[in-house]
């Protein structure tokens, strides 16, 4: 996610995403558990989908579109798939995957997509983003695919993250 640094004379300004993420355990927290992150499910709808999950409302602090893509990928889920259709494995596999990526990313000092305060381009080698799609999958050898979706773009592999029903 993009950060910006501001100045208020009388402290922070009242703001949902700032609150939100104050008051959440970090996802590279020992705190963050698969029980925390259950929670996530259990107060989901029916329609929500995996990226919505996992990027919108702010629900896991400083996740969001870019780093979305390699979690799902890592985990083997398609980001149009039904979070309620998800089985106990896979949202074992998903915060596993959550963990593990987002460790990488941070270890790797953010994602080649991005540079830092000094141009510095990040670490991480994106799996899948706007300088992968077209190219071939990393585990099966199909083409990347690239779809608007949820106001943003999905890049995934259609072999390695079919959708599933239960």
Not at 84 to 105: E, R, W
Not at 118 to 143: D, F
Not at 153 to 161: A, G, I, L, R, T
Request: proline residues 4%; charged residues 25%.
């Amino acid at each position: 996610m993009y950060g910006f640094i501001s100045a208020y004379p009388d402290g922070v300004i009242d703001n949902k995403y700032y609150t939100i993420s104050r008051e959440s355990i970090s996802p590279l927290s020992d705190a963050y558990t698969e029980a925390e992150f259950e929670k996530l499910f259990a107060s989901a709808k029916k329609t929500l989908t995996a990226k919505a999950l996992l990027a919108t409302e702010q629900r896991i602090p400083g996740v969001g579109n870019g780093v979305t893509q390699d979690i799902l990928f890592n985990a083997g889920i398609h980001p149009k798939q039904k979070v309620i259709d998800l089985s106990d494995g896979q949202k074992g596999v998903l915060f596993k995957s959550l963990k593990d990526t987002l460790m990488a990313m941070t270890s790797g000092r953010g994602r080649d997509t991005q540079t830092d305060l000094y141009g510095n381009e990040g670490g991480y080698k994106t799996i899948l983003s706007s300088k992968t799609w077209k190219n071939p999958c990393p585990r099966c050898g199909s083409v990347i695919v690239k779809e608007a979706y949820l106001g943003g773009s999905v890049y995934y592999c259609p072999e390695c993250q079919k959708i599933r029903k239960i």
